[in-house]
């Protein structure tokens, strides 16, 4: 991945997200302890904030999403958030708006999410007993009530599975909920019917090495999820089918190639993972921003890009540092990373090195990929000279030793 810009206030930040102005201009959105900055990312080379929005609750977690013109933000932060669902214009980026604070139902919340095909926001992560409220964007400056849950007293008997249905981060299509339910599992809810919802499917954390599941995104045809377990057990991010929601499974597992030292594992965790294609874009707090790539056939992933955005600090029990979330949505195809410490980044993914090969002329066709399950690309340029045993035309083989001249960005691990 390529650095374009960064943007820095000196403050604590948080999550990333990205708005399309009605004018086409591209803006990142981060926040910071007491606010939310709107960073104009039209020129990725040259990045400037525009406006800040002090929305009056101090908090390290701040979340936010865009529907039409309007920003929805909330803040889950003990008693200090009060303001629940709070709705801005920005129609004019440089000068945002407050038209509305949405808090009859709840003051703080973890998440929310807006399925744009059905105008719908939903919020989770409330304290207490409430679960999940939903509201009707119809009018987005209005957000109406539909209903709140508590999904213990939908789901006790369900599946085998009875209570502990507090909800971290959602992703909803087409009115299928698709919840992260900390150290309760993965669940799946029809909420078609907004007076009678029901559980489809549920995969509890056994399956995910006892860890708490943080977040999760669905491919683009939903038979797939990525997830990611942010803290206890061996955090990792994990690929799973859905394709039949009575018989969820994980098939592939992912852990930081960068985290080697099982006795060092505290803070080298994935974190808001993001699909585009056979792409996940995800966080990995201290190791940056991570770019993997999906075989869908294998159902298999493998890291193709990162960029580091705490480079300072390989500690990793030093606490929650390092980047916070990574936003691959704008039109332009830049990448907007957060980090805790160095604020908004602008970021390119270059695709996969291109190599030259330089070897024995003799059947060297038909050593094709003989290189690629022991030299994975990850960040170098240069030359590097290997050893293989190759297969010739009549199955015999014979030993080689090839010099890869690295074209663009790659290094090589030895295995």
């Given at each position: 991945?390529?650095?374009?810009?960064?943007?820095?206030?000196?403050?604590?930040?948080?999550?990333?997200?990205?708005?399309?102005a009605?004018?086409?201009?591209?803006?990142?959105?981060?926040?910071?302890?007491?606010?939310?900055?709107?960073?104009?990312?039209?020129?990725?080379?040259?990045?400037?904030?525009?406006?800040?929005?002090?929305?009056?609750?101090?908090?390290?977690?701040r979340?936010?999403?865009?529907?039409?013109?309007?920003?929805?933000?909330?803040?889950?932060?003990?008693?200090?958030?009060?303001?629940?669902?709070?709705?801005?214009?920005?129609?004019?980026?440089?000068?945002?708006?407050?038209?509305?604070?949405?808090?009859?139902?709840?003051?703080?919340?973890?998440?929310i999410?807006?399925?744009?095909?059905?105008?719908?926001?939903?919020?989770?992560?409330?304290?207490?007993?409430?679960?999940?409220?939903?509201?009707?964007?119809?009018?987005?400056?209005?957000?109406?009530?539909?209903?709140?849950?508590?999904?213990?007293?939908?789901?006790d008997?369900?599946?085998?599975?009875?209570g502990?249905?507090?909800?971290?981060?959602?992703?909803?299509?087409?009115?299928?909920?698709?919840?992260?339910?900390?150290?309760?599992?993965?669940?799946?809810?029809?909420?078609?019917d907004?007076?009678?919802?029901?559980?489809?499917?549920?995969?509890?954390?056994?399956?995910?090495d006892?860890?708490?599941?943080?977040?999760?995104?669905?491919?683009?045809?939903?038979?797939?999820?990525?997830l990611?377990?942010?803290?206890?057990?061996?955090?990792?991010?994990?690929?799973?089918?859905?394709?039949?929601?009575?018989?969820?499974?994980?098939?592939?597992?992912?852990?930081?190639?960068?985290?080697?030292?099982?006795?060092?594992?505290?803070?080298?965790?994935?974190h808001?993972?993001?699909i585009?294609?056979?792409?996940?874009?995800?966080?990995?707090?201290?190791?940056?921003?991570?770019?993997?790539?999906?075989?869908?056939?294998?159902?298999t992933?493998?890291?193709?890009?990162?960029?580091?955005?705490?480079?300072?600090?390989?500690?990793?029990?030093?606490?929650?540092?390092?980047?916070?979330?990574?936003?691959p949505?704008?039109?332009?195809?830049?990448?907007?990373?957060?980090?805790?410490?160095?604020?908004?980044?602008?970021?390119t993914?270059d695709?996969?090195?291109?190599?030259t090969?330089?070897?024995?002329?003799?059947?060297?066709?038909?050593?094709?990929?003989?290189?690629?399950?022991?030299?994975?690309?990850?960040?170098?340029?240069?030359?590097?000279?290997?050893?293989?045993?190759?297969?010739?035309?009549?199955?015999?083989?014979?030993?080689?030793?090839?010099?890869?001249?690295?074209?663009?960005?790659?290094?090589?691990?030895?295995?």
């Open positions: 991945m390529t650095l374009l810009d960064s943007w820095d206030n000196s403050s604590d930040y948080n999550d990333v997200w990205g708005y399309v009605p004018d086409g201009k591209e803006y990142g959105i981060i926040g910071d302890r007491a606010t939310i900055s709107i960073i104009d990312v039209s020129d990725p080379l040259n990045i400037v904030k525009v406006s800040d929005i002090i929305q009056g609750e101090n908090s390290i977690w979340d936010y999403k865009v529907f039409s013109h309007y920003l929805y933000s909330i803040t889950d932060n003990g008693t200090n958030a009060v303001n629940g669902i709070v709705v801005y214009d920005l129609t004019d980026p440089a000068a945002p708006v407050r038209v509305k604070d949405v808090n009859s139902e709840f003051g703080r919340c973890h998440n999410y807006i399925d744009e095909a059905n105008a719908r926001i939903y919020a989770v992560g409330m304290p207490g007993s409430t679960d999940m409220c939903v509201y009707d964007l119809t009018t987005p400056a209005d957000p109406v009530l539909l209903n709140c849950y508590d999904l213990d007293t939908i789901s008997g369900a599946l085998g599975i009875s502990g249905f507090y909800i971290h981060d959602i992703f909803v299509k087409d009115n299928i909920a698709y919840s992260s339910h900390g150290y309760a599992g993965y669940g799946v809810w029809d909420m078609n907004v007076d009678n919802v029901s559980l489809l499917g549920l995969l509890d954390n056994s399956f995910f006892a860890g708490y599941v943080h977040s999760s995104w669905n491919s683009d045809d939903d038979n797939h999820a990525v990611a377990t942010e803290v206890g057990g061996d955090p990792k991010i994990y690929w799973v089918d859905q394709s039949d929601l009575s018989n969820i499974n994980v098939l592939y597992k992912y852990k930081d190639p960068l985290c080697n030292d099982p006795g060092n594992l505290a803070n080298k965790r994935p808001n993972p993001y585009i294609g056979d792409k996940i874009y995800t966080s990995f707090y201290h190791d940056g921003v991570h770019v993997l790539e999906i075989d869908f056939e294998a159902d992933l493998r890291r193709v890009g990162y960029y580091d955005t705490y480079p300072d600090n390989t500690n990793y029990n030093v606490g929650f540092q390092g980047s916070w979330g990574a936003y949505y704008l039109p332009s195809g830049i990448i907007l990373g957060s980090d805790i410490t160095y604020g908004l980044f602008t970021l993914y695709g996969l090195p291109t190599y090969f330089q070897g024995p002329g003799t059947d060297w066709g038909t050593a094709s990929n003989w290189y690629n399950d022991k030299i994975p690309p990850i960040g170098f340029t240069g030359s590097v000279v290997i050893s293989k045993n190759c297969v010739k035309s009549d199955n015999s083989s014979f030993p080689i030793n090839a010099k890869i001249i690295v074209n663009t960005g790659a290094t090589f691990t030895q295995e």
